[in-house]
T-cell receptor
Framework: GDSVTQMEGPVTLSEEAFLTINCTYT??????LFWYVQYPGEGLQLLLK?????DKGSNKGFEATYRKETTSFHLEKGSVQVSDSAVYFC???????????FGKGTRLHILP | DTEVTQTPKHLVMGMTNKKSLKCEQH?????MYWYKQKAKKPPELMFV???????INESVPSRFSPECPNSSLLNLHLHALQPEDSALYLC?????????????FGPGTRLLVL
């Protein structure tokens, strides 16, 4: 079945560092790919998405490119802030049903 | 506006209580979802409603009973819960069920069962 694998962390970085959170997926057909962010004590917020190969999603300085050849959707940000501290979930939505398949989440800590 | 609202924000209940969680969206979305999220885990799908009809039940115990009174509202009725049901319950909605549709999540109800 469909699955998402992401680095679990926690990831600890200093402010203004470069961030990469790796995400790879397994799916049949042409899934849509998402990054969601969950701040402490809150629900999930959509960070960005891409619906077809080579699409780049971007938002709030974060970017991710849908790479079908490597089945990846890595999240990047050039300069992180303390306010980016949260849990980040990579997810896919496949062709078969309504399910979103989530990765296990990556906890990110940014130190001032 | 991509807002999904949920009430209450927090809920404490005993194992013999009956309570309900509420979810509301005014985006005209026709698909609505309930998820359960345990600490440090990703959300797990419980139910899907499409056009106010239950379309997916992920083998959820009958002590959880969903209801969709209209296209904007989704309820989750709780009865005789167990302590292991304590979790964050998230509601989500999407315009439709196509693969490219985004699910928008509410802030969740944090449930504690004593």
């Amino acid at each position: 079945g469909d699955s998402v694998t992401q680095m679990e962390g926690p990831v600890t970085l200093s402010e203004e560092a470069f961030l990469t959170i790796n995400c790879t997926y397994t799916a049949t057909g042409y899934p849509s790919l998402f990054w969601y962010v969950q701040y402490p004590g809150e629900g999930l917020q959509l960070l960005l998405k891409a619906t077809k190969a080579d699409d780049k999603g971007s938002n709030k300085g974060f970017e991710a490119t849908y790479r079908k050849e490597t089945t990846s959707f890595h999240l990047e940000k050039g300069s992180v802030q303390v306010s980016d501290s949260a849990v980040y979930f990579c997810a896919l939505r496949g062709n078969r049903d309504d399910k979103i398949i989530f990765g296990k989440g990556t906890r990110l800590h940014i130190l001032p | 506006d991509t807002e999904v609202t949920q009430t209450p924000k927090h809920l404490v209940m005993g194992m013999t209580n009956k309570k309900s969680l509420k979810c509301e969206q005014h985006m005209g979305h026709r698909a609505m979802y309930w998820y359960k999220q345990k600490a440090k885990k990703p959300p797990e799908l419980m139910f899907v409603y499409s056009y106010e009809k239950l379309s997916i039940n992920e083998s959820v115990p009958s002590r959880f009973s969903p209801e969709c009174p209209n296209s904007s509202l989704l309820n989750l009725h709780l009865h005789a819960l167990q302590p292991e049901d304590s979790a964050l319950y998230l509601c989500a909605s999407s315009h439709g069920r196509a693969v490219q549709e985004t699910q928008y999540f509410g802030p969740g109800t944090r449930l504690l069962v004593l």
